[in-house]
């Protein structure tokens, strides 16, 4: 079992930058590949990024390509989403997920364990 902890969300104006941690606690986090996913009021649960065990492989959405960076570190349990040049198109909740597996996948179906998400507002 694998228990997930978003923090960082908040309300930011459009241009500026956010940046999301993920703690994890429970079985081993350096032996899950890691995600963050996001749905807007109205919308599916749409794929950001997302990272292999180890951080040597990540994979990206084009809607946040160049904005968005994710990275771990695995001594601290943990999962970063730097969003830079944030829209508002980008408002949404925020959730991270870890996948059994050593490679980073944009299908939700292969993630075992979410987090309970958190809000980002991004004002024009």
């Known amino acids: 079992q694998v228990q997930l902890v978003e923090s960082g969300g908040g309300l930011v104006q459009a241009g500026g930058s956010l940046r999301l941690s993920c703690a994890a606690s429970g079985r081993t986090f350096s032996s899950y590949a890691m995600g963050w996913f996001r749905q807007a009021p109205g919308r599916e649960r749409e794929f950001v990024q997302a990272?292999?065990?180890?951080?040597?492989?990540?994979y990206t959405a084009d809607s946040v390509k160049g904005r968005f960076t994710i990275s771990r570190d695995n001594a601290k349990n943990t999962v970063y989403l730097q969003m830079n040049s944030l829209k508002p198109e980008d408002t949404a909740v925020y959730y991270c997920a870890a996948a059994n597996g050593a490679l980073p996948t944009p299908y939700s179906y292969e993630y075992d364990y979410w987090g309970q998400g958190t809000q980002v507002s991004v004002s024009s």
């Open positions: 990272i292999s065990w180890d951080g040597s492989n990540t």
